[in-house]
């Protein structure tokens, strides 16, 4: 079984089109991120979520809003799809914010092209 | 954001050990130093983190200088599978900060 799974994991799109990006864990952790991969492969937080209460918004765009409906889904809905936002994201965990050091496990990423 | 230095790539032959420096002359007290991984088309993966002394685990060992200025990742023989791109992250010791900030990494290709 996949640990962190997020679908879809190929996804092209219009500009101006809203979409979303569902992904699960089944770590039982308490802690879920996004991340994204731009295009010159640079790695950034987007989110974080611990037992379903935002706690890091990195300066996201409030297109992007993330959705906790429990501690074992972190979904991410983006409005009004720009160009820019065209990279890969990765949905994470992490056993529990508090417990410093713990491993962060990623899922295979959401490759999202927007034309 | 980013508080290490890594060289843009490095090679390596299969079957033989590499070493993968990481430069963080900034780093505080509490920061503890983290290795992930990703391979090609995947996500990061942890490879082993440590905060003062040096630590083995299955898939690596990690040197850390005395001063904790630099440390090197060692893959003591290395595969084909191991080609990816190495980070080397600052991890800070705070509830509301987690969060991993990876810099460019190093690029490693191995040969067969």
């Known amino acids: 079984d996949t640990a962190v799974s997020q679908t879809p994991k190929y996804l092209v799109t219009q500009m101006g089109n809203d979409k979303s990006i569902k992904c699960e864990q089944n770590?039982?952790?308490?802690?879920m991120y996004w991340y994204k991969q731009d295009s010159k492969k640079f790695l950034k937080i987007m989110f974080s979520y611990n037992n379903k209460e935002l706690i890091i918004n990195e300066t996201v765009p409030n297109r992007f809003s993330p959705k906790s409906p429990d501690k074992a889904h972190l979904n991410l809905h983006i409005n009004s799809l720009e160009l820019g936002d065209s990279a890969v994201y990765f949905c994470?965990?992490?056993?529990?914010?508090?417990?410093?050091?713990?491993?962060?496990?990623f899922g295979e990423g959401s490759w999202l092209t927007v034309v | 954001d980013a508080k290490t230095t890594q060289p843009n790539s490095m090679e390596s032959n299969e079957e033989e050990p590499v070493h993968l420096p990481c430069n963080h002359s900034t780093i505080s007290g509490t920061d503890y130093i983290h290795w992930y991984r990703q391979l090609p088309s995947q996500g990061p993966e942890y490879v082993i983190h440590?905060?003062?002394s040096n630590v083995n685990n299955r898939m690596a060992s990690l040197a850390i200088a005395e001063d904790r200025k630099s440390s090197t990742l060692i893959l003591h023989r290395a595969t084909l599978r191991d080609a990816a791109v190495y980070y080397c992250?600052?991890?800070?010791?705070?509830?509301?900060?987690?969060?991993?900030?990876f810099g460019t990494g190093t690029r490693l290709q191995v040969f067969p």
């Open positions: 440590g905060l003062t």
């Open positions: 770590l039982g952790h308490d802690t």
């Open positions: 992250i600052l991890r800070f010791l705070s509830y509301n900060t987690d969060k991993l900030i």
């Open positions: 994470a965990s992490s056993q529990d914010m508090r417990t410093f050091g713990n491993t962060i496990y």
